[in-house]
């Protein structure tokens, strides 16, 4: 290669306070940043872009489940249900921990984002190395990538981003320390990290690949200036642009190959037509019009002062970089190329989807950093730069807390329609999902195959009639949406009636339901209509109207029944009253128990049954109670 580059003159060595006082400054903000990570590290993963987390989730449910394969399922468009996006790295690695050590899922999947964004850590001091920082300056810009919003919040997400950057970086790296000191097992690390980085997400690779770029347009133009006549200049051209087109080439050609293998699968799929790559051009990239309108960079500025760096005082640091020569400005260019280099290309990506900048606020970072250690040749710089870093932690933090700190920090539940739906569906059952695009979150947590109408469409085109008989018509027993057209039920043979808010259930799984959840037995029990499934305090309960019945099927050996009965209106001193019977099978009952209840309870009731001619415990509510609310759980037979 032409002119190898040698790493940048070193700058003036710190003192040894300062030295020390950064790497003090370095394990405070690694502390803090891990403290911060683990803030709702248990809880679903809802909440901010939880469309992009659950697809990545389950995913992975479904490797683990159904093993490892290359067209790995997304089952929400119905079968065939693989319909894959990126290379699945990342979610093999999730399903393995899982597999390996018994892990929950969703921790498993944060565990793995965090374990590869600290691993960008050495990655990203090594490239600082490489500009010619010295050990402890090279400690500034991890202190300022650990105290970043956006990577305290996105780092511990169910998402492909930090692996994807820690490929990209090293990558980079990798091929900075082949410019430094050319050796081949640097520059096939390099070819293998970017195979890597491209192929779990090439978007970031294409961010850490913008310096890259830029070297080897200078070093080719550089060689063929020089080339002359002379034989071996002209060899050192053919090698210069060779190793240039290896390095970018090989994993954009993996990357291509991967998308052609991921298109001709989801191409099956009836409804996936819409995520062809071909169909996503302008989704990916924006018009270039929108590319240079106000709109789209005041969009990403205002990004900038609230998730990445604050207010102005960030864009403070970069200052030194413009108004002194320094040996680092050539750096901070470079980074700041590769900063501006996503959002000028993938435009509506970075506009729409605040985790792409995952991929270039490293560089921004950097050149920060380089601007904050350019100060160290004036006189005080040294404690200058760390006035202004403290400033920089301010700020941080101050978006922090006003940004995505109350995301992570309120707690959210499963939602009990998808605990429901795990309940009273069979594993290999489906849902139908009206209304909400082709968001995987419910399917994941209801741990159910869904196919998501995902424009609404009528039941009758082809592509719906299609991917309905692919899935089997016999398959899908609930129906989830709102205001639901009048032809859905009589061909998914719902009843008209809600199970559970907009859960609606086959007429035969119907029944199932009630027996999964309350054991009872609903084609003995008095009129449907008259019984409510309600989710309180954590668990299903039957909410049982005045004159409404449930009949609990009684097996041989059983003496016994316990349930807990309650009443979710505060107000206190209301009461109900039931009556139990035991059946026979014919029109002969035998009173069990008579009892009234006084609310709010909650009531631990027990009562012993007759051992002989006892079919059925039926229990009724007394027709000329009150409407004061009476549910009952926990119904146990002993």
Known sequence: MTDTPTASPALPRPSRAIRNTLVIVFLLCLGLNFYCSLIGFSDPISKHHAFRKAQTAISAYYTVRDGFKLAYETPVLGAPW?????????????????????????????????????CCLPVIFLLARSAGLGRAQSLLPLCLVLLCPLYIYWSRTFMI????????????????????????????????????????????????????????????????????????KIKELFKTAGVYALTLGVPVVLAVLWTRYADSVKARNPLADFLLSSHLTAWNFGTFGFRFSWKCWQGYFDFMQTAQI???????????????????????????????????????????????????????????????????????????????????????GSCYVRGYLPDQAFSTLVPPQCLLLRQVLDPDEVIFINDQEWNSYGPYYAQRRALMNDKKSSLNTPEMQKAIKLTGLENITAVSGNHLSADIFPFFQLLPMPFFTNIYLRQDVYARAYSRLFQVDLDASGPPQLLYVEYWQNRFCLSVAPGGSFAIPVGSGVRSLSAQVVSPQPTAGLSVSYQGFCTDGSDTRQMVFERSFTHPGPSVFTVALPEKNCQHLVIMRNPQDNETLSYWSEINLH
């Open 82 to 118: 693989s319909i894959p996006m990126e290379f699945p790295l990342y979610q093999w690695t999730v399903a393995s921990v899982t597999m390996l050590t018994g892990m929950p899922l969703d921790v498993a999947g944060r565990l793995v984002s965090l374990f590869f964004f600290y």
């Open 161 to 232: 981003e930090s692996m994807a950057l820690f490929f990209s970086l090293s990558f980079l790296l990798c091929f900075t320390r082949y410019r430094l000191q050319p050796r081949n097992w640097l520059l096939a690390l390099a070819v293998g990290c970017g195979i890597l980085g491209g192929l779990v997400k090439i978007t970031t690779l294409f961010v850490s690949s913008i310096p890259v770029i830029i070297w080897g347009a200078s070093d080719i133009f550089t060689a063929f200036r020089k080339r002359g006549k002379d034989t071996g």
């Open 310 to 396: 604050g207010p102005l005082v960030g864009l403070c640091a970069l200052l030194p970089l413009a108004i002194w020569k320094s040996p680092l400005r050539n750096w901070g260019i470079l980074a700041l190329c590769a900063y501006l280099g996503g959002p000028l290309v993938f435009s509506n990506l970075y506009y729409v989807h605040d985790y792409y900048s995952y991929a270039n606020t490293v560089f921004l970072v950097l050149a920060m950093s380089f601007g904050l250690l350019s100060l160290q040749r004036l006189r005080w710089g040294g404690a200058a730069s760390l006035v202004l870093l403290l400033l920089l932690g301010i700020s941080f």
